[in-house]
């Protein structure tokens, strides 16, 4: 008796030590967080060309928007941004005529004033560049009145990342996710150019030699026949060369994501939550999910000719 | 000897399920912790060498100069062998393993700078720039110990590569059309293909693990 | 052994040396013979190549306890391709030391080569390879030695004095046999190991076999030796 009951104790604790481990298993989610972070509602508002927001409500109608952009163009300045500029321009100058009698003290100086008068450079250097940061945003913000601050473009795209991070950590909780990878590519596809015909054309990489592959496949020396080089040598070369980054993006090949395979894609789960708080409307969260779930299928097929499939019949 | 084996199994049986959860996971800025090991306080930026060490640039003159110094040298230690061995041969009462004691020791000093020319040769053709070799072998134990600091039980991921780009080219943002007309995918197709290039405006992408990090 | 395939290939000295396979060998068997001569004067011809482009001298005197297996192998010290082995060799009994005899040749007022090897070993060696299960073995036979030598000129007379070694290493699958033999190979030539004989094809065919592990780079260091160092 006294036996059944420490087997059925030992039972006991197996069983619930057999269920932790179901539980104790990690749940690991990846988001392709550039994706989602460009699709963000605010990037519709994103000017790449002159980088700024444009300063209009979202949501709005092409006739709406376009309107809205024009009042803000043919807009009076809100400051006087011509004397703003000429106050900072008068102190650029400023600084290059301290600059000028500095480096003319330097001249012949002995090495410790030559040593202070450096440092004194540097110091001016680095108030000027602060100036001339300051009288560029001015201009920019002169030229582009439709536009955001580079201070102001600045803080909504930090307000985007941290957005995304919150909604991102509140659905990982949610969906009680452990540990959530980053599946972006934060690299540029660089697809050869050389490939197109045209005068681009035939233009390769010198140096690399290809009899080295050719001879290695071929198990024979194509170069000098009386080499007693083992041929595995020529495929070790051919390697080496190919490895520099000018001949790898001659290859066929798109840079992967860290997340080869495995994990929980959670990147239009994300989307949908942060289209919600932002009252997308829901047929164009359909519409994105379904643009994702093709561009996903194409990723795992090696498919890059995207645009063809989804092309106005 | 029944209860024993009883407390071993259970102890067993909670020590499978707890290693299961025990794994963890962390990131590091691999080349920020290069950049803060001591030895980066020796980069110097201009030549690509580390300072005060076989890897740096030497001025040709001062290379020329430690040639000429070992070639003396090498003249006096020769001058030296040959008045010793001269006098023993010319001396039937030479003690020998003095001889050859004192012949051993000169000769390895004109060995130690011949072997020094032969370098210092070499550093003299590459207008004072040592190989690439001798920066490899300083990067390599900069990197094993940047390694070292790492916990054996965690798994650590580097952080993503981040290359300049130019932002992509639109004519008119494609998101923002896909938004005023939702039902024409082309657009937001053509801007999906550039979401490489537009993630680039957030550095939190860097960061490999985004949730469940173990700091 | 060793030193017939040494004769049989002394035409063509080969210069390359290059491994396919990586070797984990561990030791099976060792034994240190004290002998009163070097087998083979190896060690010696490099120590006079590398200190001398070539003296005016048409003999060497070579000073030590020999018998009748050093006067057999040294009669083959001229199949050897460098400027020492094409001169007179005469082998002399180690009755005095070399300064000595260095002071009575000069008192003749000759000029000699002398050379002189004494604490002379030879060292047995039988290795293993753990990444081929214990497949391959290699075979090493030492000479060490010390080797003085004196070259007795009045206006610039020369002494030094050297720890020489020299080996001859046998690699095979198996067995010592020649279609199963990985390479034979000697040292010193020029401060370095040279391969006398490899057989690539065999070789590939093993790595292809899985029977060898593959070396990562092809290019192995000649001033590195291809097995552990020996006890003393």
Known sequence: MKFGKRLLFFITIFALSAASMAFAQMRIAKVDLGLVASIHPQMALFDFDRMGFFKVAPGLSQEQFEAEVNKLRSSPPTQNWSKVSADLRGKIEAFEKQKAALIAQMSGAELSTGKRVEKKLEEISREEEKIRGQLSDIEYQQNCPDLTAPAETRKILDHIEKELMTELKALADEQKYDLVLNSSITVPINYPQRYKAGPQYGLGIPGIDFSLFYSFLANRDHVLVSDETPNSRNLINWLELIRYPDAMNLLPLKPYPMVLKGGDDISAALVERIYLKHKIDRKVIESVHSILAIVKDHDQRFDTDLESLVAPK | MCKKIFHLLTFFAFLVSSSLSAQSFSAADFERLLNKHPMMKNYDPESGRFKNTPSQVVPVESVRSQIASAQQEIAVFGRQREEILSRSLNSEDADENQVWKELTRLNEEIFKRKRLLLDLGELEAANGVPPVSRVLAIARSMILDVREEFSDSDVVLNTLPRFFAPPPVFIRNPLREFFFQPESAAGLVRYLRETHRIGLLFPVLAKPILVGERK | ?232
């Open chain 3, 1 to 232: 052994m060793p030193l017939l395939f040494l004769l049989v290939f002394a035409g063509n000295w080969p210069v390359r040396a290059c491994s396919l396979a990586i070797h984990d060998w561990k030791l099976v068997f060792f034994v240190k013979i004290p002998i009163s001569a070097p087998v083979f004067p190896l060690a010696e011809v490099n120590f006079l190549n590398a200190n001398f482009k070539k003296p005016p001298v048409d003999s060497i005197y070579w000073l030590s306890g020999h018998n009748w297996v050093s006067h057999f192998f040294s009669g083959f010290v001229k199949a050897l391709p460098s400027w020492p082995s094409k001169l007179n060799w005469s082998l002399v009994d180690r009755s005095s030391s070399v300064l000595k005899m260095g002071q009575d040749f000069l008192a003749r007022g000759q000029k000699p080569l002398i050379l002189g090897s004494d604490r002379n070993f030879l060292k047995i060696a039988f290795f293993s390879d753990a990444n081929s299960d214990f497949n391959c073995h290699q075979v090493v036979i030492m000479q060490n030695s010390r080797i003085r030598g004196v070259y007795v000129d009045q206006e610039k007379p020369w002494a030094q004095e050297l720890n020489g070694m020299s080996w001859v290493s046998l690699i095979f699958f198996q067995l010592p046999y020649p279609a199963r033999v990985l390479s034979l190979s000697v040292f010193p030539h020029n401060y370095t190991r040279i391969s006398l004989f490899e057989d690539h094809d065999y070789v590939e065919s093993l790595l292809a076999q899985k029977l060898l592990r593959r070396r990562p780079d092809l290019e192995i260091d000649p001033f590195v030796f291809d097995f552990p160092e020996l006890p003393d």
